[in-house]
């Protein structure tokens, strides 16, 4: 069983930065893919980023390339969301993910979810 919070969301102006956090309790932390997702309000939720837990893969959105980095401590059981030049439509709640098998963009892959954290930029 893995618990992920998340933290480090708020209220930030467009062209701003943002970094997000998501720690984990459990064992074997680096086993675990670890992706960030974000619903928007009337949205579905939609992949932001993965990174496989040795770090070696890494995936992106096309809409966030270039401006998000996904990284992880595995001695720290966290990984990372680093938010530059945000923008409106960057709005959402940011959720965490973690599963043991694949780095994948796929949502339902993923076996445990945080709380979520709310990120409004203000345009």
């Known amino acids: 069983q893995v618990q992920l919070v998340e933290s480090g969301g708020g209220l930030v102006q467009a062209g701003g930065s943002l970094r997000l956090s998501c720690a984990a309790s459990?064992?074997?932390?680096?086993?675990?893919?670890m992706g960030w997702f974000r619903q928007a309000p009337g949205k579905e939720r939609e992949f932001v980023a993965v990174i496989s837990g040795q770090r070696n893969v890494i995936y992106y959105a096309d809409s966030v390339k270039g401006r998000f980095t996904i990284s992880r401590d595995n001695a720290r059981n966290t990984v990372y969301l680093q938010m530059n030049s945000l923008k409106f439509e960057d709005t959402a709640v940011y959720y965490c993910?973690?599963?043991?098998?694949?780095?994948?963009?796929?949502?339902?892959?993923?076996?445990?979810w945080g709380q979520g954290t709310q990120v409004t930029v203000s345009s």
């Open positions: 993910a973690a599963n043991d098998r694949l780095t994948t963009r796929n949502q339902y892959e993923y076996d445990f």
């Open positions: 459990g064992r074997a932390f680096s086993r675990y893919a």
